[in-house]
């Protein structure tokens, strides 16, 4: 992830030290978000960047609708599941712009499905120029069965993708 991203740099600015020149083409940033610390390191990490860029920023926070499976029998329906799942995810990312996004222009994206497919398919839709997510630091056999969203939109992205480790502690 590094070098596609310090390729990015270098193809538009020449100098991977100059963050400032107006010339880079960094002017939509896709954060995304959920709840977890490393993603919140990873917001306020997006949010840095697109200051120093002037850039906008997409901050995406998808909802699983797996976890919207609802409760029939305590009268709370997959529907309403879902819309309480949604608003809640709104509500967390309006708190993320407001901690971190201070002079950024963001726009919300709360949509249902599955994380990587949904963040490459608005990445393209918005004409993001840049993707910045965080990744959980897992190892071993907990990352075979969890799997890496992170690495997996790495993969499958057609710009440039950052990648904010988790704080080894």
Known sequence: YCTRFCCHLYGY?????????NTMKSERILIVAD??????????????????????????????????????????????????????????????VKDYGDGVDAELFTPEGEVKETVLQLANEWEATLIVAGTHGRKG????????????????????VVVVPMDKT
Not at 13 to 21: P, T
């Open 35 to 96: 709840d977890s610390p490393s993603s919140i390191k990873a917001v306020k990490y997006g949010f840095q960047l697109a200051a120093r860029l002037k850039a906008r920023v997409g901050l995406i926070g998808v909802v699983d609708g797996a976890l919207a499976i609802g409760n029939v029998d305590a009268g709370v329906f997959p529907e309403q599941a879902a819309f309480e799942v949604k608003k809640s995810m709104k509500t967390f990312l309006e708190h993320m």
């Open 141 to 160: 056999l907990n990352r075979l069965l969890m799997g890496s969203i992170a690495e997996s939109i790495l993969r499958d992205a057609h710009i440039p």
């Open 13 to 21: 600015i020449g100098s991977k030290n100059d963050l400032n020149d």
